[in-house]
């Protein structure tokens, strides 16, 4: 089987990571982020692609010139704009896989945009934090070029479970799931907060291994929240689409909405310029770091 010449449509912390790999494995990959276009993330962009090993290309159009499979990894914000922008640059015998996490309604207008151009698509979900995998996260797939991108994908090493030739398949589970795990993160903010201004957030969480037992409370509350500090804008930005996608539903998006309020004021409270290494890793003392009413010590 003749190995893929891949191209990545954003550059972020996901896609070197997956390009990476790719290149490692020994696919043909390419890169183009429209950070390039800024002076001031240009460099960074550039040094991951040397880092992942990626040849970065001009544009969009020279991006996409050859490619067999093309990954779109950007922001669900601007991922309907670079489906229209890589449309006229496109052909019959490529597959465009949408990799953001984003609502069904969302992928379905993309694969509408794409139609066109003869291009296969593939609706797209991460099923995990890509640092550390990389290209080998699970995946999940679905959509009309959804078997030959899993096929292209497990070739070079990476782990797909394709869902249905239906586009938004992937991404109802992908949102859905990410209702229920960002829930918790919002909850695990909202009770170390209140406890800790007692004093007693570890013992909430250690109780919760009394009523709930099989889980390291603790140490799963400083994971996700963890996550906040990390990415909490994105993740508050992604139950955006979890409330699009449920009020398309005909549903009203109660937690979806109370959840992605939670995780932005989470990330006013910790301030801009929070990072893993300038807070603490316990839960109780991120609660502390994000309460602005906590009592001084």
Known sequence: MTTPRVGFLGLGEAGAAIAAG????????????????????????????????????????????????????????????????????????????????????QMERVAELLGPSGAEFVDGALMAGVPGPGHRVPVLMSGPGAERAASWWAQLGGEVDVLSDV??????????????VKGLESLFWESAIVAERYGEAERVLASLGTTLPGEQWNEFAGYLMGRTVRHGERRAHELDGVARMLEAAGLDPHM???????????????????????????????????????PAT
């Open 22 to 105: 790719f290149a490692a494995a020994g696919a043909s990959v390419r890169a183009y982020d429209l950070a390039l276009q800024d002076p001031d993330r240009a460099d960074a962009v550039t040094a991951r692609a040397d880092a992942a090993g990626v040849e970065l290309a001009d544009g969009t159009a020279e991006l996409l010139s050859d490619r067999d499979l093309v990954c779109s990894l950007v922001t669900s914000d601007v991922a309907v704009r670079v489906a229209q922008d890589a449309a006229p640059h496109l052909g019959a015998g490529q597959v465009y896989a949408d990799l953001n996490s984003t609502e069904p309604a």
């Open 167 to 180: 586009v938004g398949a992937a991404s109802v589970v992908k949102l859905a799931r990410s209702l229920v």
């Open 256 to 294: 979806a909405r109370a959840t992605g309020a939670r995780l932005r004021t989470v990330v006013a409270g910790l301030g801009p310029d929070a990072t893993p290494a300038s807070l603490p890793a316990d839960p109780a003392g991120l609660a502390r770091a994000a309460d602005d009413d906590a």
